[in-house]
């Protein structure tokens, strides 16, 4: 595949559509990172075969797991809490994947040899200060640079389980403790400000480990008693409301199309776009709705919709929409008026300075986009916007989603785009430009 792709029109009229994404990624590598640690053969279906999920998946085996990854199914053979088996001195590479690096850490917080957890560019520059400090307390042996990867863990002496205050509403750092929790002798507590709660339905519903919630009204209260092994399970992995949604924005927001995406994920923690394309007019319904292993998966419906109307969003909301804000500012810039939206701080801690981009992008199709006090943004939407001028989108992070939401842009308003470092979808949707070409984008 060459290094760009040029979009010179917007994607023509579709109705009554259906389409499939892939599997959802977080639950994805929280499957392969805890299947390693249950006792026996573990089988998901419909696993995300994408970069950051394959990462996890070699993380592991080099580890000493074995795993049988094929089209229909993924086998890991879990050899217990204490099973992991490698020589001093390993290096694993997460690559972009900041929740393979962080749960990694965590993993290995017993390490009896030293293990070297290492990233790419991108993933270099992410702070890592966040799981550190409470995996540190818990008494693990380990160096970062300056708060960043590489991070190397060696032997440490007896762990003790912790009392830990989590306040950035990381989903991440929320599973990086419980996950160390479970390597550690007593019961750890935590207090959490919302976040994905996928780690948590799966030690309750998968591996069935000793664990209470309590759910307050700004947190939640997590206590896990450490030290129990865990029989193997198997999962049937929904499909990625992340990547659903960038299907999701191309149908609002162009013209005379209804599209229905199968089988998603739609637990209350993720669905954030769905609750913000609502309030702004849009009549996004899930149908189907169906329980597995304590998650909500739905068929969902979308068509487009004109006069969509400004919001002022309150963050309480911004932790379930974390990875589709720039999506979400696409949908702002089509609204009569003007949305804010506040504390948006943690986006620019993604792949890429991602609310910078936010911006950047915005201001370069003509949509006035101010950043304002509290890490927020102000859009004066235009619902008539129509371009016709060159467009170059070239990040040299490669972030994914960068990628995806300029090429979904660039099908909506019209241009003539060239966009740089397709490779990048990859690393969480590989599948993204075979959809978009089935439902008749023209991308070259
Ligand atoms: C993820 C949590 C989110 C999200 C990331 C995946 C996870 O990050 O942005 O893409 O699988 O736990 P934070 O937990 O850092 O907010």
Aim: hydrophobic share 40%; with cysteine.
């Amino acid at each position: 595949m060459s290094n760009i792709i040029s979009i010179n029109q917007k994607i023509i009229s579709f109705r009554k559509k259906t389409i499939f994404v892939e599997g959802d990624k977080s639950l994805s590598i929280r499957f392969i990172l805890l299947s390693a640690l249950s006792n026996g053969k573990c089988t998901a279906y419909n696993l995300l075969k994408s970069e950051d999920v394959l990462c996890a998946i070699n993380s592991i085996k080099k580890l000493g797991i074995k795993v049988n990854l094929n089209n229909n199914y993924c086998e890991v053979f879990g050899r217990g809490l204490f099973g992991f088996k490698y020589k001093n001195g390993l290096v694993l590479d997460a690559g972009n994947s900041g929740t393979t690096a962080r749960l990694l850490c965590s993993l290995l917080i017993d390490t009896n040899q030293t293990v070297k957890i290492t990233g790419d560019k991108s993933l270099k520059k992410r702070d890592m200060s966040r799981i550190t400090r409470p995996l540190k307390m818990f008494g693990a042996n380990l160096k970062d640079n300056k708060g960043k990867l590489p991070i190397t863990i060696k032997k440490s002496k007896l762990l003790n389980p912790i009392v830990y205050t989590e306040h950035l509403g990381s989903a991440q750092c929320k599973s990086a403790v419980m996950i160390a929790a479970l390597k550690t002798s007593g019961i750890t507590k935590l207090k959490c400000s919302p976040s994905r709660n996928h780690t948590e339905l799966m030690f309750k519903n998968a591996l069935k480990v000793p664990i209470k919630i309590h759910k307050k009204n700004k947190y939640d209260l997590i206590e896990l008693d450490g030290l129990r092994e865990f029989n193997s399970f198997n999962y049937k992995i929904p499909g990625d409301i992340s990547s659903a949604a960038f299907f999701i924005i191309l149908t609002l927001l162009s013209k005379k199309k209804s599209l229905t995406i199968k089988n998603v994920n739609i637990n209350p923690s993720r669905t954030g776009i769905i609750k913000i394309l609502n309030m702004m007019g849009a009549s996004i319904r899930f149908l189907n709705k169906k329980i597995y292993k304590g998650e909500i998966n739905a068929d969902i419906f979308v068509k487009s919709k004109e006069n969509l109307k400004a919001i002022n969003l309150d963050p309480k909301i911004n932790s379930s929409a974390i990875d589709e804000f720039l999506l979400i500012f696409l949908a702002a810039s089509q609204c009569s008026g003007i949305s804010t939206f506040s504390n948006l701080s943690e986006l620019n801690k993604k792949e890429s300075r991602r609310l910078d981009w936010g911006i950047k992008i915005l201001n370069m199709i003509g949509i006035k986009t101010k950043r304002i006090k509290n890490d927020g943004v102000r859009i004066w939407g235009n619902p008539n916007l129509n371009l016709n001028k060159e467009y170059i989108i070239k990040n040299y992070l490669k972030d994914h989603r960068i990628f995806m939401v300029s090429t979904i842009a660039a099908l909506v308003f019209g241009g003539k785009w060239k966009i740089y470092d397709p490779i990048s979808f990859r690393t969480s949707f590989p599948s993204f430009l075979k959809i978009l070409k089935t439902l008749g984008a023209k991308i070259l």
